[in-house]
Every structure is written in C-alpha cells, then in structure tokens.
C-alpha cells in the first residue's frame, strides 16, 4: 500500500527573486549530479548537470554549485518566474550504469 | 534531443486486470531504462532497470511477477502490471538512458486507478 505522505521542503518565492535551493547528498563516490524539475502530474525534465571535476556550471538562468568537500549541491535560479513554480529533485550518479540516487525534492512555489 | 514517450498516460481499470505501459526513446537508442513509482509529494521510487535484450533487475520488495518489465528493442520497454489491485494505483514513471546520453531522461508518467 501507499506510504504515508511526508512533507517536501519547500521554498515560496517572489516573482523577480532569485532562488536557492539546497541538497546534501549521500555518497562520497557520487562523481556526476543533476537536477529536476518536476511539474504537476509531469515526469521529471533535465535541468542541469554537473560533473565532481568542477564545482560550479551555469546555464540558462540557472547555475549549480558542488562542494564535494560537505556533500552538499545548490540549484541558482535567476529572476524565478511563475512557471518555475515545480518540485526539483537533486540526483546523484557514480559510475556509468546510469542508476541515480534522488533526493527528497524541494516544492517552489513563485508568488506573482 | 532525448525524448522519452510514455503510453498511456492515464489509465482506469478493474481490479483483477492486467494493464500494459509502453516506455519509448524517441530520438536515441536507449540500452537501459528504468521503471519508477511515485506516490504524492514524494520522491521516485525505483521499480527496476531493464538492459535491452535481458532480464530486468527488480529492486528489493518489488514483486516480479507482478510488475513484468520487457525491454525487446533499444527504443522500447514495457511495464505489465498484473492482476491488479487498488493498492497498485500510483503514478508510474519510465526513463531512458544510453547512446549520447548521460543520463536518465525521463517519460511523462502514467497515472493508473485501478477500481
């Protein structure tokens, strides 16, 4: 049967802010991470990556940062818009079987 | 580049039914693909990996013969849920990786009700 339902963290944000959202991940030997993003009844959409060569990568308004030092990865939105509004999950790959681990997810919510 | 269908995306069925989900890459040849579950506000609960051409690698207290996963060809896997119950209403995800990719790409899910 059915889990009981935990609670996403979340972060509200508004509109024109920038946005923060943090995951700590599990394994040392974790050498490529990515985000989701994950829309209402959606699967999950790439939204960036990052290899543990590097510690920060930037995209189209949205750069990750890795320090490997505390396991800890962050998703930088810029200027989030509403249709940021979606829980983004952080995942963690080691090796090349493709197989990832995900974090718990994070709720944005974008107030216009 | 890398996209992932799935069919259907929503399914309602009796109890006691089998229903099929087809999972396929579009652009690129997907050599494994996974199958997940997702309840609500909750992360992706992985069902199994499939290799093309061999048997899926089902995850601890997943039911094989209840969740049949084929993976026949490199842009196609199909998930059989069998005999199914209300207990197995979920939102079932597949995603695919391999070829250019680095990794998983993921379908747009499929919401099954079984009554």
């Known amino acids: 049967g059915e889990s009981v339902g935990l609670h996403l963290p979340t972060l509200s944000v508004q509109e024109g802010d920038n946005s923060i959202i943090n995951c700590a991940y599990s394994?040392?030997?974790?050498?490529?991470f990515i985000w989701y993003k994950q829309e209402s009844g959606k699967g999950p959409q790439f939204i960036i990556d990052i290899r543990s060569n590097m510690d920060k990568r930037q995209g189209q308004r949205v750069t990750v940062l890795l320090n490997k030092t505390v396991k800890h990865l962050s998703l930088q939105i810029a200027a989030t818009q509403p249709g940021d509004s979606a829980v983004y999950f952080c995942a963690e790959m080691r090796g090349s079987n493709y197989k990832l681990t995900f974090g718990k997810g994070t709720l944005l919510t974008v107030n216009p | 580049g890398a996209v992932v269908s799935q069919h259907p995306s929503w399914v309602i069925c009796k109890s006691g039914t089998s229903v099929k989900i087809e999972c396929r890459s579009l652009d690129f040849q997907a050599t494994t693909m996974f199958w997940y579950r997702q309840f609500p506000k909750q992360s992706l609960m992985l069902m199994a990996t499939?290799?093309?051409?061999?048997?899926?690698?089902?995850e601890q207290g997943v039911e094989k013969d209840k969740f049949l996963i084929n993976h026949a060809s490199l842009t196609l896997s199909t998930l059989t849920v069998t005999s199914a119950h209300p207990e197995d209403s979920s939102f079932y995800i597949c995603?695919?990786?391999?070829?250019?990719?680095?990794?998983?790409?993921f379908g747009p899910g499929t919401r099954l009700t079984v009554l």
């Open positions: 995603s695919a990786a391999g070829g250019s990719t680095d990794t998983q790409y």
């Open positions: 394994n040392s030997a974790s050498d490529y």
């Open positions: 499939s290799n093309e051409g061999s048997k899926a690698t089902y």
